[in-house]
């Protein structure tokens, strides 16, 4: 099937004016704004509690037949206690505790990313149909978001796989999306703009969640199970994924790339060889190289604490889930403010400055959940204040950091391996969790085992030389890095 050329656009933003650059940037930030309802409402708040709790409903069924659910469902991990041999669910042969397994999902689901991902950022680059590219993930990851409505009773494979789809599709979508910040703004905007994009997204992410919130608190006088009412609310993710991704899709524009295949078969196959030469080419970048090494160290240690937070505070906590939602929206709003204030912060005392000073909060943050009191909610409301400020922040800043050190029109390719860790989790942390959750069943251990992400990350970042990285990239070095 031929593929038109994009559209010749000029694909360096300075040749655009201050006011094209604007309603694209405003554009841009819409699509923080609808892919946030799927990382707060799915993975942040709903889907780990509600996995658990189906997958626990199937092991009651087949090693508890007798025991009532009800019963099984308060009681499954003194019965498990009693029964050491019992209270596991089947995953392909394997034997998975009810607790492993949204961890186990999260794993595969970030495996599935460092494989795809590099050759969906090497599609983008090579074809240049970066909008429609956006368009199609966006959609795909928001349809596996509405299925999500189907999972219940014992269907945790189900919503294992449903959630694999979607968590892949919104990857894709986002290598695509972070790509079209280098397009969209100038050297010195870079911080700014990637600052507002993800500021913007919590505001979108955390008035869905408010929604959510007055639904889940007010099932029973709608007359609503909880399970219901937790299903309506991950739908409800999907839905707002898809409306508000109109948005960027009317007003972002294709950038010209070097003629190509003229074929959809030809034009992968191209895109194949590029990501491999991409690959040989960055070891001319290696400080490049080890800024991104660096962020994929840290920022798993981010994804991974964001990624089991719901879960942590049920299972280890015993927190009820309105405190759960309402700390995770409490968040959402805060952060914010935090995205803005750590991007004020690097204006005067520089980014990377910034960054290393945020790797040393979270690393606080970690070390205080070991002591968190279970039934204590305002200890979890401190603990989630602190991760608040410095969230937005370190990842904005850490993407424009990224987007000054890599070479022009390879954009998507190199996001794409930033994406590999970046939100919806990351592999090596996602898998230390699940690996403590088999063997110690403590969430406790599994968060405070992150400690050592932030400080590698520290490390790593603070060896980087970033105004030799940018001026190696052939890049312009802004004024403050």
């Given at each position: 099937?031929?593929?038109?050329?994009p559209?010749?656009?000029?694909?360096?933003?300075?040749?655009?004016s201050?006011?094209?650059?604007?309603?694209?940037?405003?554009?841009?930030?819409?699509?923080?704004?609808?892919?946030?309802a799927?990382y707060?409402?799915i993975?942040?708040?709903f889907?780990?509690?509600?996995?658990?709790?189906?997958?626990?409903t199937?092991?009651?069924?087949?090693?508890?037949?007798?025991?009532?659910?009800?019963?099984?469902?308060?009681?499954?991990?003194?019965?498990?206690?009693a029964?050491?041999g019992?209270?596991?669910?089947?995953?392909?042969g394997a034997?998975?505790?009810?607790?492993?397994?949204f961890?186990?999902?999260?794993?595969?689901?970030?495996?599935l990313?460092i494989v795809?991902?590099?050759?969906?950022g090497a599609?983008?680059?090579?074809?240049g149909?970066?909008r429609?590219?956006l368009?199609g993930?966006a959609?795909?990851?928001?349809?596996?978001?509405?299925?999500?409505?189907?999972?219940e009773?014992?269907?945790?494979?189900?919503g294992?796989v449903?959630f694999?789809v979607?968590?892949?599709a919104?990857?894709?979508?986002?290598?695509?999306?972070?790509?079209f910040?280098?397009?969209?703004?100038?050297?010195?905007e870079?911080?700014?703009?990637?600052?507002r994009?993800?500021?913007?997204?919590?505001?979108?992410?955390?008035?869905?969640?408010?929604?959510?919130?007055?639904?889940?608190?007010?099932?029973?006088?709608?007359?609503?199970?909880?399970?219901?009412?937790?299903?309506?609310?991950?739908?409800s993710a999907?839905l707002?994924?898809?409306?508000?991704?109109?948005?960027?899709?009317?007003?972002l524009?294709?950038r010209?790339?070097p003629?190509?295949?003229?074929?959809?078969?030809?034009?992968?196959?191209?895109?194949?060889?590029?990501?491999?030469?991409t690959?040989?080419?960055?070891?001319?970048?290696?400080?490049?190289?080890l800024?991104?090494?660096?962020y994929l160290?840290?920022?798993?240690?981010i994804?991974?604490?964001?990624?089991?937070s719901?879960a942590?505070?049920?299972e280890a906590?015993?927190?009820?889930?309105?405190?759960?939602i309402?700390?995770i929206l409490?968040?959402?709003?805060?952060?914010?403010?935090?995205a803005?204030?750590?991007?004020?912060?690097a204006?005067?005392?520089?980014?990377?400055?910034t960054?290393?000073?945020?790797?040393?909060?979270?690393?606080?943050i970690?070390?205080s959940?070991?002591?968190?009191?279970?039934?204590e909610?305002?200890?979890?409301?401190?603990l989630a204040?602190?991760i608040a400020?410095?969230?937005?922040?370190?990842?904005?800043?850490?993407r424009?950091?990224?987007s000054?050190?890599?070479?022009?029109?390879?954009e998507?390719?190199?996001?794409?391996l930033?994406?590999?860790?970046?939100?919806?989790?990351?592999?090596?942390?996602?898998?230390?969790?699940?690996?403590?959750?088999?063997?110690t069943?403590?969430?406790?251990?599994?968060?405070?085992?992150?400690?050592i992400?932030?400080?590698?990350?520290f490390?790593?970042?603070?060896?980087v030389?970033l105004?030799k990285?940018?001026?190696?990239?052939?890049?312009?070095?802004?004024?403050?890095i």
């Open positions: 099937m031929p593929l038109p050329a559209p010749a656009v000029p694909d360096d933003p300075a040749h655009d201050p006011a094209a650059r604007r309603r694209e940037q405003r554009a841009w930030y819409f699509y923080d704004w609808a892919n946030s799927f707060t409402t993975v942040s708040v889907l780990g509690p509600y996995l658990i709790a189906v997958a626990k199937s092991a009651c069924a087949t090693d508890f037949p007798s025991v009532a659910a009800a019963t099984c469902s308060g009681g499954f991990d003194e019965l498990v206690a029964n050491p019992l209270g596991y669910v089947d995953v392909l034997d998975i505790r009810p607790a492993a397994f961890g186990l999902t999260l794993t595969v689901a970030v495996f990313q795809f991902l590099p050759i969906v599609l983008a680059d090579h074809t149909r970066k429609e590219l368009g993930f959609y795909v990851g928001a349809l596996a978001t509405l299925g999500l409505f189907f999972v009773g014992e269907r945790y494979l189900l294992g449903l694999v979607a968590n892949l919104y990857g894709s979508s986002v290598v695509v999306y972070d790509s910040l280098p397009q969209i703004s100038t050297p010195d870079r911080d700014g703009v990637s600052s994009g993800w500021a913007i997204g919590y505001l979108g992410g955390g008035l869905l969640l408010a929604i959510n919130l007055a639904l889940y608190l007010q099932h029973e006088s709608l007359g609503l199970s909880e399970g219901m009412a937790v299903r309506i609310c991950m739908m999907g707002w994924w898809a409306t508000f991704t109109l948005i960027p899709l009317l007003r524009r294709n010209p790339v003629p190509h295949e003229t074929t959809a078969l030809r034009s992968v196959g191209g895109s194949f060889r590029q990501l491999g030469r690959l040989r080419e960055l070891r001319r970048y290696p400080l490049t190289l800024f991104l090494v660096a160290v840290y920022n798993d240690g994804q991974t604490v964001i990624g089991n719901a942590f505070a049920s906590l015993k927190l009820d889930r309105t405190v759960q309402s700390a409490m968040v959402q709003f805060v952060a914010f403010f935090g803005l204030l750590l991007g004020l912060l204006r005067r005392f520089g980014t990377k400055r960054v290393l000073g945020s790797l040393l909060v979270w690393t606080v970690v070390v959940a070991l002591f968190v009191q279970e039934g909610p305002t200890q979890f409301y401190l204040l602190a400020i410095v969230l937005g922040g370190t990842q904005a800043l850490s424009s950091l990224f000054q050190v890599i070479p022009k029109g390879r998507a390719e190199y996001f794409s930033l994406q590999i860790s970046d939100k919806g989790s990351a592999f090596i942390g996602a898998l230390t969790v699940t690996i403590a959750l088999q063997l069943n403590s969430y406790r251990i599994a968060i405070v085992s992150m400690i992400f932030f400080i590698l990350g490390v790593l970042l603070a060896m030389n105004p990285a940018i001026r190696a990239a052939g890049n312009e070095v802004p004024e403050r």
